[in-house]
């Protein structure tokens, strides 16, 4: 899949992907278009102009687009993080232009590991403690995705003055080295070269057990009061990773899965609790992000939901403990920064998994400038466009975003949740 968009990405809103189209094209298409090579050979590339628009690939599983070809799931090794055994097979690609970014965002499950392959990006990372000053949303939804309403590139202070009082962690990351990021760590990323290549993967936590039941009762309620809005409103309010708005049936189920298997594990972890030391570190876990509502896993097996491999979770507390060698350099506050090298740096055997992947799908094409100034032949759709200034915008009637922000928020989730297990536990 692929898609446009026809606004800069120096808008004082975030470029979320529900204002993207898509086109299907082959990398060879990708790379003739952003070389300036005749349209002719840009396929449906042609139709855009490369000095107003970036592509990007992005969440593209190693194990489906190489099916046919196992053995380059062993190019990508994660054992020297202590996860021996985990490949590309774990793993997905990440492929864009000068210019790609994706909007400010935590990930509800897990950490992440990314493995810089070809080009740079710039990460904008964001300690858990800042959520408050990002303006969280779950508008656009995505299962696992909770997006900030800044675009921390171009920031509105008048619309988000709160957002001054954030703590950025700006860490550029160069092919050959390897970033860990936390869990709950706010980030923004954007391709700084030509042609960027990385490859990610999440590792699981006993924690998303308790995320997934956040995450389904935000499913419920995002659902509900969404699809019980008027179909006029035009408001793209499902991120195009969701397939469908599930019904309210459906998202009891996930619900009351969820709440089964978070219990089921948690007597398992205490049964398990003298040999956990002895094991830790020796299986993985299966990447868990946009693996969403596949519950047909076994609880008494304690496998996470969506769970496709056998494997084990990590405690936070033992993935800090893991060495990673003489080669790890700390990610600093912007002010304290005294390198732009912030990442862990890992030996890479340089394959250049491009050209695997000839005739393969690509991913989102957006409108862009090359600097961060708003092109005048961008427009902005009047519903993400900055509210009045005026004393009067005060008196605008709210709206079911409005009360979703608020509803949604991951503090009053969080604490829904607890309550819910509470009344579950008895």
Request: charged share 20%; with cysteine.
């Amino acid at each position: 899949m692929a898609g446009a968009d026809s606004r800069g990405r120096a808008a004082p809103v975030p470029q979320f992907e529900t204002s993207c189209s898509y086109v299907k094209a082959t990398l060879e298409e990708f790379f003739a278009w952003s070389s300036g090579q005749p349209s002719s050979l840009s396929g449906p590339f042609s139709c855009f102009e490369h000095s107003k628009y970036w592509a990007y690939a992005d969440y593209k599983y190693i194990a489906r687009i190489f099916e046919d070809k196992e053995e380059v799931f062993q190019d990508v090794r994660w054992s020297d993080f202590g996860f021996p055994g985990r490949s590309g097979k774990e793993s997905t690609l990440w492929i864009g232009s000068e210019g790609a970014n994706t909007p400010c965002h935590l990930d509800s499950y897990g950490c992440n590991l990314v493995l810089q392959i070809q080009g740079r990006k710039r990460w904008h990372l964001f300690p858990p403690g800042d959520t408050s000053f990002l303006y969280p949303t779950r508008i656009p939804y995505e299962e696992s995705s909770i997006f900030s309403k800044v675009n921390v590139a171009n920031p509105d202070l008048k619309r988000f003055p709160e957002f001054k009082n954030t703590t950025a962690h700006v860490v550029t990351l160069s092919p050959g080295q390897v970033l860990l990021v936390p869990k709950h760590w706010w980030h923004y990323v954007e391709s700084i070269d030509p042609i960027t290549v990385s490859i990610n993967s999440w590792i699981e936590l006993d924690s998303d057990h308790e995320a997934r039941v956040e995450e389904a009762i935000t499913r419920t309620l995002v659902c509900a009061l969404k699809s019980a809005e008027s179909s006029s409103d035009g408001d793209p309010w499902l991120n195009p990773t969701e397939v469908e708005a599930t019904s309210h049936e459906v998202n009891l189920q996930y619900l009351n899965q969820a709440v089964s298997v978070y219990f089921k594990c948690q007597k398992a972890n205490v049964s398990e609790q003298a040999h956990r030391s002895s094991r830790a570190g020796q299986e993985t876990r299966a990447p868990c992000k946009r693996r969403k509502r596949q519950v047909s896993c076994e609880p008494q097996d304690c496998q996470l939901l969506n769970h496709e491999f056998s494997s084990s979770t990590f405690k936070a507390e033992e993935l800090q403990k893991i060495p990673f060698g003489p080669h790890l350099i700390q990610v600093l506050p912007q002010s304290q920064e005294t390198s732009s090298l912030g990442a862990g740096a890992v030996a890479s055997d340089d394959r250049d998994l491009l050209h695997e992947n000839e005739g393969g799908h690509f991913g989102k094409l957006h409108c862009t400038r090359k600097q961060l100034v708003m092109s005048n032949d961008c427009t902005t759709p009047a519903n993400q466009m900055d509210s009045d200034s005026s004393p009067n915008a005060l008196q605008a009637a709210l709206s079911t975003n409005d009360l979703l922000d608020c509803l949604v928020n991951p503090h009053v989730i969080r604490l829904v949740a607890q309550l819910l297990l509470e009344r579950a536990r008895v």
